[in-house]
């Protein structure tokens, strides 16, 4: 994750000035920051290690944090900032955050572009608007008045984590969805300019043009990242989406892989060595194959990460992280390599659902029973049974989730009063396949946050890079899935590619005993985390379900891992900034300085 703080003020606002250049003097006494542009009116700080670019726009309205690829910043110079952003996702992509500044004054508005790669943060303090990848350590000084918990954002995170993707849950700082553009004045509007639901609704089907576009975009995205770093450690779990991903590294021509990583663990189950073994020994490449580290949860380490803005979903399985940021320590290796993402992009198979897509729009007599049996057959349901979910699927109910027992009826609430999350508006005449795609990224893009690897290292998603989403999203779900399939339209595209073994695997290695039983090991200390703590005494969590929630009765036969460890997330985040707002001191600013957003 790649940090940086932009300052700026108007140039005629003395005081402003002087307080901002007081705050990089607090940056450079620190020694681990740069100063990486010096203007009137602006400052942009940036890591000395591993910094990102800084381009500084024409005429010095704006700055470009991050790097793209495509087109040059200065193609989109025209027009307000609405239509710069949107020209700049019409002739490039990357990971990258503009800021636009009124000319030679503070920052009007910041766009984060749609991979999520940068996080963009804001907030007004003493005549400055600051944008910054977080409220650093360096930049508390300069918080915003009344700086606080934003609890009704936690209750809302609790019902569904991606309220969090627009909002931060500190009050006083704003935060932008990834695709969108956000004001810093007025009204603060938020408003989405890539938008998914464009590409979702195109329908492409699977053809020889489709495919090699498909493996053109991931070829030309690996290339392109590879080419920031000097060594890379890339992950290769033997599933086909990190498989795809090495088979693309192999063939880029900058990159230079220090390590070609596994992590296994020890359960027949979740073991997928021998698939990884196979795509190394049909790629050539030595592999190195670790245990994983899994003992516990390690709340130790997760506790030491929760000191950012917003709560980071990557401290989850603390041991593996705290390995892979030594193992990126020891090589020397400035990026790590995943295969994220595929699951969305290329469409997992074996849902009912996809008869909806199918049926959509056709008139009786175009449809093959074929077709309805193939989907049903990969999802394991009758035919009558994909029918039934097709009508429901268009019906306004019978299709949501229910929350979780242990939440309260505050949270509920909190979580109604939210606006539906950017992302998931606007989806009129997109297949109800399509919306779960779309929503699946949208919850993958958020698995953001610090954490011990991204210290040490940039996490790079390519399957998660504009071009690709893009292509992903325009094509059909019957066209990825072949009428059900998981994933096959990536199958057949990078079938010269791949060994037959990987090529052939329907299945993905189980890891939920692993962390069942990293939960296990943990329950006495995650009750005493959590029936005592902060998301109980808010009235957001039922004590006596939550008690039920953490028996071992409750963890054999349901299993519920994904949210103990949400509220785990959101717990240590909640303690640890409890603890920074009641010692917070502006070291740098006076309060009577000092003005809210």
Partial sequence: MSDYAVLTWPEQDQVAGKLAHALGRTFAREGRWTCAADQPGLQVWVPTLRPPSVTVMAGMDGVVIGDVFGASPAAALEGNAAARARRMTEIAWGRYVMVFREPRGRAKAMFRDPSGALDALAWRAGGMTI???????????????????DWELIGAGLVDRLQM???????????VTPGALRELDGDQVETLIWRPAVFARRGLTNTAETRA????????????????????????????DSSIIAAALCRAPSVRVL???????????GDERAFARAMAAHLGISLTEVLKPGA?????????????????WRLVDGGYDQDLAAR????????????LGGDTVFMQGGSPLLGADYLRGRPLWAIRPTALASIARHARHSVWSVWRRAILAGLPFGTKRAPPAHLTARALAAAARQPRPLWLQDLANVTPTKQGQIEGLAQTLLLGGRSARTRQADLVNPLLSQ???????????????AGGDDRAMAREAFADRLPRRVLARRSKGDLSRHYGQMVGRDLEALRDLLLDGQLVGAGLVHPDQLDRLLSVETLIWSGPYRDIIALVVLELWVRSWSIRLAGLTRRVLGESVVEPV
């Fill in 131 to 149: 944008v910054a990848s977080d409220l650093h350590e360096s930049l508390m000084g300069a918080a915003p008045p009344g700086l606080a918990i």
């Fill in 165 to 175: 993707a627009r909002s931060c849950p500190l009050i006083g700082i704003l935060a």
């Fill in 213 to 240: 576009e498909m493996v053109r975009r991931i070829d030309d995205c690996v290339a392109a990242l590879a080419g920031l770093g000097d060594g890379a450690i890339a992950e290769m779990s033997g599933g086909l």
């Fill in 259 to 269: 390590q070609w990583l596994n992590y296994y663990v020890d359960d027949p189950g």
């Fill in 296 to 312: 516990s949860l390690g709340l130790a380490v997760m506790a030491q990460g929760a000191d950012g803005a917003r709560p980071s």
């Fill in 328 to 339: 990126c320590r020891t090589l020397g290796a400035g990026q790590i390599f995943t295969g």
């Fill in 467 to 481: 071009p690709v989403m893009e292509h992903g999203l325009s094509l059909s779900a019957m066209a990825l899935t």
